[in-house]
């Protein structure tokens, strides 16, 4: 069973950092594609950003590109999402996710089977 453990979320201003990590138990395979989504109150999910494991190939929704990135550690087997640039707008809890396969839909959050209890982030102005 894969586990997904998000941490790193807070409070910051406007134009700072986050790191968000996901650390991913039971994993059997490179064969996985992993995503991070954000839902502010009131909104639905919405997708960030897709890594794919074995790869290392990633995607981006044009809301955060230029200004996140998404990296993954094999060895310590953990997701990262750099926040820079931050908005009052990107402000949700953000949820990692992970997919039995690195190929198909990477934006739709219907495609995931496996999500983190999310972890909030806040960005002041």
């Known amino acids: 069973q894969v586990q997904l453990v998000e941490s790193g979320g807070g409070l910051v201003q406007a134009g700072g950092s986050l790191r968000l990590s996901c650390a991913v138990s039971?994993?059997?395979?490179?064969?996985?594609?992993m995503g991070w989504f954000r839902q502010a109150p009131g909104k639905e999910r919405d997708f960030v950003a897709f890594i794919s494991w074995s790869s290392g190939r990633t995607y981006y929704a044009d809301s955060v590109k230029g200004r996140f990135t998404i990296s993954r550690d094999n060895a310590k087997n953990t997701v990262y999402l750099q926040m820079n640039s931050l908005k009052p707008e990107d402000t949700a809890v953000y949820y990692c996710a992970g997919k039995k396969s690195v190929t198909g839909l990477t934006a739709v959050a219907g495609a995931y089977e496996y999500w983190g209890q999310g972890t909030q982030v806040t960005v002041s102005s």
């Open positions: 039971g994993r059997t395979s490179n064969n996985y594609g």
